[in-house]
């Protein structure tokens, strides 16, 4: 990122008054990225623009920062959140060695992407449903050397990885469908539903990995999956009921709750 912004500070100073006018709470730090991020002073005002209005900061600038890689966010994708780097933490903590890693509900492909950054050489596959989330996914996919699927969960996945997974992270949709009207307007406007919407109790999705995932471990392989404090030990019953050793790992800090299967 350059250091210098490209428009002088007088209009450095609009632009936090503009945002914070808008609401936004981190008016200054958003200021600084929207400067040092634009090529030109009429970028940096279309970008304030777009901002004033609602659209959430990772679409307005083009990019989510997620363990220190630069993710390519499109507009109608998911935005990676800074508390799903718990669960690519969890995953290289208990599965260093992995070989094959799989990103599944891949979205931009930042999971999938932070984990090849954290193994090194690996066998990096992502899968999304959503068309716009695989056409992100490609640019950041690849770039980590890995390959892009669309389709269903595990339909869309080679089958020659069936029993070879060393790591499964699934970041499902886990919102209650009666939920949905209260999360932040810029994800209920800007984010796809099938990307937050889990279902009547949030966990439709995560059931189906669970149901499956045992198929496409390797032994000792290990799936993640984010999800809320409440809905946490329904999930590791799911695991359990499959075969698999759960565990719950929290960070208070992110407010981040992770469930984690093992296969035997």
């Known amino acids: 990122m350059p250091s210098v912004s490209p428009v002088p500070p007088s209009s450095r100073d609009s632009v936090v008054v503009a ?3 808008a609401g936004c709470v981190f008016a200054e730090d958003e200021a ?13 005002a279309a970008m304030v623009e777009r901002r004033v209005a609602g659209l959430p900061l990772e679409l307005v600038v083009g990019w989510a920062e997620f363990r220190g890689l630069r993710i390519t966010v499109d507009p109608g994708v998911f935005v990676p959140r800074r508390r799903t780097e718990f669960l690519v933490e969890q995953a290289l903590a208990r599965a260093p ?18 984990l090849a950054a954290g193994l090194g050489r690996v066998e990096l596959h992502a899968a999304d449903i959503d068309p ?20 269903d969960l595990f339909d869309a996945l080679p089958g020659d990885l069936r029993g070879r997974v060393g790591i499964l992270a699934a970041n499902v949709p886990y919102v209650p469908s009666g939920e949905i009207g209260l999360l932040p307007l810029e994800a209920r406007a800007h984010e796809p539903l099938v990307a937050l919407d889990g279902g009547a109790d949030g966990l439709d999705v995560l059931r189906r990995v669970a149901a499956e995932a045992p198929h496409w471990l390797a032994p ?5 999956v984010e999800t809320s404090r409440h809905q946490a030990q329904t999930a590791l019953d799911a695991f359990e009921r499959n075969g698999l050793t759960a565990h719950l790992a929290v960070s208070q800090e992110l407010y981040a709750h992770v469930v984690i299967g093992v296969a035997p």
């Open 19 to 21: 945002l914070r006018t």
């Open 32 to 44: 600084e990225l929207i400067l040092t991020t634009a090529r030109t002073p009429a970028e940096a």
């Open 132 to 151: 716009a989330a695989v056409r992100c996914a490609r640019g950041n996919v690849t770039a980590a050397g890995g390959h892009v699927h669309q389709g």
């Open 97 to 114: 060695g992995a070989g094959v890693v799989v990103d599944l509900c891949c979205g931009s492909g930042a999971v999938g992407a932070a």
């Open 220 to 224: 000792g392989g290990c799936v993640l």
